[in-house]
């Protein structure tokens, strides 16, 4: 029962992949990407505005930090994935942003000063070959020859600063409730986030983008959040964790049922070096009996 709070965050993320393919013929990235983090702020506001006014003299502090949070993971993070998906898959950018727990790994040497270990590189290897067969189409030549699609490069940017900004997350205690540092991220999310939508030629909210804007606000902004927070409350950060391996897989079989796309030999073959060396990579040393165990509180906001 319990193990259905990460699988159900995992599910509706894999579903907000389909949503970014689908919104490109019906809706502007900028457009998109302003109305998600909106409307997703009017839901939150009843339930968290209360708690961060009356907190408003210990957050002030931190502003200049959230305000940079809110620039890497919901502007740059969420607008990269909008517009990657004019020329890109679903799949491949599922696959693309599993490595994110491998960045967020080497990122955390020089900002957390944490140590690398043999069993982390080795994964680190291993996914990178992956992944290089994955946008190489399985001929190594064709990566050499021809780059990678300007989606693929979008979404692996995405990664990079999405890795960046879980790092930074854990580098900044910030005396805020996980709701509360969400709030305040949101809010100057859609201040930024402003200029792209006035610059946006398909800014009307239509029939068709209505669907796809309430899903990418709702579950995938507030009820996924919710549960993957529900989740570490209950089964810890490094159990929760790992069902993050499960999106590739999911958003493949969605977007083959959704939108026709065929999977090739070189997907399962690079999805599969790509996963175990995730695994790999968070894979952590037996502690002895002496040792303590440190206590870790971790959030992930979004997809």
Known sequence: MFYLFPLLTVIIWSGNAIVNKLSVSVIDPG???????????????????????RNRDIIKPYLSKLAFLALLGMVLNQSLGYFAAATTTATNMALIV??????????SVPLLGQRMQVVGVIGAVLSLAGLVLMLSKG??????????TQGDGLVLLAAVVYAL???????????????????????????MLTPMLL?????????DSFPLIMY?????SVIAPWCWMKGIEILGADRTAMFMNLMPVLTAMIASVALGEQL????????????????????????????????VNEVKTSS
């Open 31 to 53: 457009a998109i990407s302003f109305y998600r983090w909106f409307f997703a702020m009017v839901v939150l506001t009843p339930f968290v505005l209360p708690s961060v006014w």
């Open 98 to 107: 599993s490595l994110v727990p491998l960045i967020s790994m080497f990122m």
């Open 139 to 148: 001929d190594v030549m064709n990566l050499v020859q021809q780059g990678i």
């Open 165 to 191: 900004y879980c790092v930074l997350l854990k580098r900044w205690k910030m005396p805020l409730t996980n709701w509360q540092s969400v709030y305040v991220q949101g809010v100057l999310a859609v201040t």
């Open 199 to 207: 610059s946006s030629e398909r800014m009307a909210i239509t029939a």
């Open 216 to 220: 990418a606000a709702i579950p995938a």
């Open 264 to 295: 090739a030999k070189y997907h399962y073959i690079g999805g599969m070096m790509v996963l175990t060396g995730v695994v790999l990579a968070q894979r952590k040393p037996k502690l002895s009996l002496d040792t303590p165990v440190p206590v």
